[in-house]
């Protein structure tokens, strides 16, 4: 499984492997480029099921 990346959010470098304690590592990627977009991919999916919650909420509003 050497073909997974991951990104370090404390110090913001990308990995390939678990180089990285669970604590400080986001993946896996299946590329660098993910990985080095992990913040923008995490930030996307949140919005994406705020939204989703969002009309959840509201479904008999």
């Given at each position: 499984?050497?073909?997974q990346w991951f990104?370090?959010p404390s110090?913001g470098?990308?990995?390939?492997?678990?180089?990285?304690?669970?604590t400080?590592?986001?993946g896996?990627?299946?590329?660098?480029?993910?990985?080095?977009?992990?913040?923008k991919?995490?930030?996307e999916?949140t919005?994406?099921?705020?939204?989703y919650?969002?009309?959840d909420?509201n479904w008999?509003?």
């Amino acid at each position: 499984m050497t073909n997974q990346w991951f990104f370090n959010p404390s110090n913001g470098e990308v990995s390939q492997g678990k180089e990285d304690g669970i604590t400080d590592r986001m993946g896996p990627y299946g590329s660098r480029e993910e990985a080095e977009n992990a913040l923008k991919i995490a930030d996307e999916r949140t919005k994406a099921a705020d939204a989703y919650d969002e009309q959840d909420e509201n479904w008999g509003a």
